[in-house]
């Protein structure tokens, strides 16, 4: 998975808790990504940072938050007010350089509300 | 609106015989175009990459082409494997106008059977 790690694989959250998915990449990538994939559709871009300690909303960032300390790691909280939270959710990185840059991928976390 | 769409949504062939996706865009400006294979419960995985002058690219036993004037891709398999079974996403790079933004296809679902 091109030198991105997620945790945990599979999360369960009660309704009403935050949760927060891990993503450390080890590329010296300067931007990354977080996306939801629900079955059917295409995946959707919930929030990306081009540099450290800067970030910006996606097409679908309500219910969520992130922050970005370091260059290697951009976790994703899932807040309560996220109203339907269960699917697959991946987190992305890539250079910053050139304009064909490729976008590696992590190997997911599910998440799902009990 | 920006556009990927794909077909057949699912697909069921043989081991050892040939099949081809579809992907048809209305993203505008143009970028470039990759085709990423997602094996179950795991992340994309990059097969191939096009830009507007490019008719076909091959990877292996995948080999890809682009319409630009058509706005149509296509992603051939030849003499499948038990292992080509994944979804196959077709990814649409808007040009640097509009931040390089992906647009992702629905993917279409590929089982190959013994």
């Known amino acids: 998975d091109g030198g991105i790690t997620q945790s945990p694989k599979y999360l369960f959250r009660k309704e009403g808790q935050n949760v927060t998915l891990s993503c450390e990449q080890n590329?010296?990538?300067?931007?990354m990504y977080w996306y939801r994939q629900d079955p059917g559709q295409g995946l959707r871009l919930i929030y990306y940072?081009?540099?450290?300690?800067?970030?910006q909303k996606g097409d679908i960032a309500e219910g969520y938050s992130v922050s970005r300390e370091k260059k290697e790691s951009f976790p994703l909280t899932v807040t309560s007010a996220q109203k339907n939270p269960t699917a697959f959710y991946l987190c992305?990185?890539?250079?910053?350089?050139?304009?064909?840059?490729?976008?590696?991928f992590g190997p997911g976390t599910r998440l799902t509300v009990l | 609106k920006n556009q990927v769409e794909q077909s057949p949504q699912s697909l069921i062939i043989l081991e050892g015989k040939n099949c081809t996706l579809q992907?048809?865009?209305?993203?505008?400006?143009?970028?470039?175009l990759r085709w990423y294979k997602q094996d179950t419960g795991r992340g994309p995985v990059s097969l191939t990459i096009?830009?507007?002058?490019?008719n076909t690219k091959s990877n292996g036993r995948y080999t890809a082409t682009l319409d630009a004037d058509t706005k149509q891709s296509s992603l051939h398999i030849t003499a499948s494997q038990l292992s080509d079974s994944a979804s196959y996403i077709c990814?649409?790079?808007?040009?640097?106008?509009?931040?390089?933004?992906?647009?992702f296809g629905a993917g279409t679902i590929l089982r190959v059977k013994s």
């Open positions: 940072s081009q540099i450290v300690n800067d970030f």
């Open positions: 990814v649409v790079t808007a040009g640097r106008e509009y931040g390089n933004k992906l647009v």
């Open positions: 590329l010296n990538h300067d931007a």
């Open positions: 096009m830009t507007f002058s490019e």
């Open positions: 992305a990185s890539t250079t910053t350089s050139g304009d064909f840059n490729e976008q590696f």
């Open positions: 992907c048809n865009y209305t993203v505008s400006p143009f970028s470039n």
